[in-house]
């Protein structure tokens, strides 16, 4: 194995507290939209991308619509992250250096472009990782994305490391194995690993 490729939310930390912070800041200025967001609607849309987002949580919007919500939680969402950050898992650094050491680390998430960027500028971790993709910047599934940070860096032997069955799904659609991070946000039944805590990817790896 040559290498280890991160989901981010639900895998590496939580940061619904922020997010739904600066959603709920960006719905006020939305005269279209009557409620706020928990971080309990947050949970229940992790794994899918923007756009199905949108669909899942404003149902009664349109696409330009969805689309100007997208653009304006976005930039709010980048503020708030790069200012506020989010709840790292235990012992993440730790681990992340340990790994660093022996396998090249990436991140491939659902997220827009810039709430990477916002997760490295806060908490500093951006050492760890090699490269980064999200759908925010290709317009790809995660599937399609976990296979374009191969290409693009010579990985031959990978693993995915997700929290959802559309991550299980990007794995298996990439052709790497999948470890469950199954302290995370979804429920997924068929893996190749499981870990109850992050650390323990130190075990298997």
């Not at 290709?138 to 990985?155: A, D, F, Q, V, Y």
Request: with cysteine; aromatic share 12%; net charge negative.
């Amino acid at each position: 194995m040559d290498s280890i490729i991160f989901d981010l939310d639900g895998t590496l930390w939580d940061s619904r507290e922020t997010v739904v912070l600066a959603w709920n800041k960006a719905i006020e200025q939305n005269d279209k939209i009557d409620h706020t967001l928990t971080k309990q609607h947050l949970k229940e849309t992790m794994g899918l991308q923007m756009h199905e987002i949108m669909q899942k949580l404003f149902p009664h919007l349109n696409a330009e619509m969805h689309n100007e919500l997208i653009q304006s939680c976005g930039e709010i969402e980048g503020d708030f992250i790069s200012e506020r950050g989010g709840i790292l898992y235990e012992n993440l650094e730790d681990v992340l250096r340990a790994l660093s050491e022996k396998y090249r680390l990436f991140i491939v998430s659902n997220c827009q472009e810039g709430y990477i960027e916002a997760f490295y500028d806060y908490h500093g971790l951006d050492k760890y990782f090699q490269d980064f993709e999200n759908p925010g910047r290709t317009g790809l599934s995660k599937g399609e994305n976990i296979k374009l940070i191969m290409e693009r860096n010579g990985l031959k032997d990978s693993v995915y490391v997700g929290d959802t069955a559309g991550d299980r799904k990007a794995a298996k659609d990439a052709g790497i194995p999948f470890v469950f991070a199954k302290y995370g946000f979804g429920e997924v039944e068929d893996y190749d690993y499981a870990i109850d805590e992050f650390n323990e990817l130190l075990e298997i790896f």
